[in-house]
């Protein structure tokens, strides 16, 4: 069964916060400094076999993936002097992907200077030269595809988080 943490019994502090087996627990505290000395209690939070609480973890790590990119992020684009606030549901970057095939296409046929209205995120309108529509969703495309490996990384975390909206969590490079 999930343990969700390990409690130092003298001090009440509780040492690690996690989600593991019986055995892992009981590796984690002999590899501690003087373990022999010291007294740990093990909280369970459920009574799910642990491969039904990692598949109940996974669908909440793709929940939040899912939420961090429909939110989206700020963007520098060369040329503004302000961020552009990018969001990704579905309509969002099909809009998107559709506008840096049109800047592609200018920019193939040598158009540079036609400009394109674009609103973003927080309602503010931008208006952006085929470069800065491609950079735009280059950035956007990256930003996506960062999430989806921070996830698969959090879905292999051993042992689990026991929160993986945790910000941390989730830092891009």
């Known amino acids: 069964m999930p343990i969700i943490a390990i409690t130092h019994i003298p001090t009440g502090a509780t040492v690690q916060r996690l989600i593991a087996t019986e055995a892992y627990v009981q590796d984690w505290i002999a590899r501690q400094d003087n373990a022999a000395d010291l007294t740990f209690s093990v909280e369970r939070d459920t009574d799910l076999p642990l491969s039904q609480f990692v598949a109940a973890f996974r669908d909440r790590v793709t ?50 200077t036609t400009p394109t209205s674009f609103m973003d995120r927080d309602n503010n309108l931008h208006t952006l030269l085929p470069e800065q529509i491609r950079s735009l969703w280059l950035q956007g495309v990256a930003y996506v595809e960062l999430i989806h490996k921070r996830s698969w990384i959090i879905k292999e975390m051993d042992p689990i988080t026991t929160d993986p909206t945790d910000d941390a969590l989730w830092v891009l490079p």
């Open 63 to 112: 929940a939040e993936r899912t939420r961090r990119i429909i939110e989206g992020a700020m963007f520098d684009v060369p040329g503004l002097a302000v961020q552009v606030a990018l969001q990704g549901r579905p309509e969002d970057q099909t809009t998107l992907g559709n506008l840096a095939q049109a800047a592609i296409l200018r920019t193939i046929n040598g158009d540079t």
